[in-house]
């Protein structure tokens, strides 16, 4: 970007009611995934505006979150049903499917991490925020499971593959706790929690590719205020 846009450089049009998710595909060019209200998931071209894929009929309610796997062949969902499913966006079918991944009635999200294992964020029956790891190839129970606290705000999952570390942040809270996921159980191990003052309405982060490594920097957040954004860069100390 070296110019204020005015105009859109492309219009994707397809969806019937409101899109709520855009995930770009993790190696191949120009491809993009949206979901919308109307629960369709939709993969597009977007140097030619065409459309590759449409997944009808796999999602019942709301769509969550998606989030693509490490090589792009897959995609996994968490949906208003309490279901994760994982997804062959070729097939259009579901190859993989986890019903009341969590018990809670609130959103939870679902992310797949660098070893094809998928990390849930939601809320127990008794309204508890939980984490779980699942192994795609056996979802009948999970790898691990956490219960976090009592608060109702939904739960965020950003994951960093390069150092295995997810970081959580809750809608509403004014802290980002963070965890290393590893091979050994109880395979979610918890690293520390940066607090701040106010509470935070949303959170993004920045891609790789824009952190100052001179600055041994590896997670930029951007915490949405009332009337600000603030950035908050973790870094890890060298001597």
Not at 192 to 212: A, H, I, V, Y
């Amino acid at each position: 970007l070296s110019q204020p846009l005015t105009e859109p450089v492309v219009v994707l049009e397809g969806h019937s009611k409101r899109v709520g998710i855009i995930a770009w595909h993790p190696t191949a060019r120009n491809v993009l995934l949206s979901a919308g209200c109307d629960n369709v998931v939709l993969i597009w071209n977007v140097g030619t505006a065409e459309e590759l894929y449409r997944l009808e009929g796999l999602h019942p309610d709301l769509i969550y979150s998606v989030s693509w796997s490490r090589d792009g062949a897959r995609f996994c969902t968490a949906c208003k049903d309490k279901s994760i499913r994982v997804i062959d966006p070729r097939r259009g079918t579901v190859v993989a499917e986890k019903e009341r991944a969590h018990e809670g009635a609130r959103p939870m999200r679902a992310i797949f991490l660098a070893d094809g294992k998928i990390f849930t964020t939601g809320f127990s029956r008794m309204s508890e925020r939980q984490l779980a790891l699942w192994d795609t190839e056996n979802l009948e129970e999970p790898m691990g499971l956490q219960e976090l606290d009592s608060s109702n705000g939904a739960l965020l999952p950003f994951y960093d593959p390069d150092t295995n570390v997810v970081y959580v942040c809750g809608k509403g809270d004014s802290s980002i706790r963070y965890f290393e996921i590893t091979e050994e159980p109880p395979y979610i191990h918890f690293l520390n929690t940066f607090t701040s003052k106010e509470p935070q309405r949303g959170m993004g982060w920045m891609p790789k590719r824009g952190l100052d490594v001179s600055k041994c920097e590896i997670a930029r957040f951007y915490k949405l205020h009332e009337r600000k954004c603030e950035p908050i860069i973790m870094t890890v100390p060298r001597k």
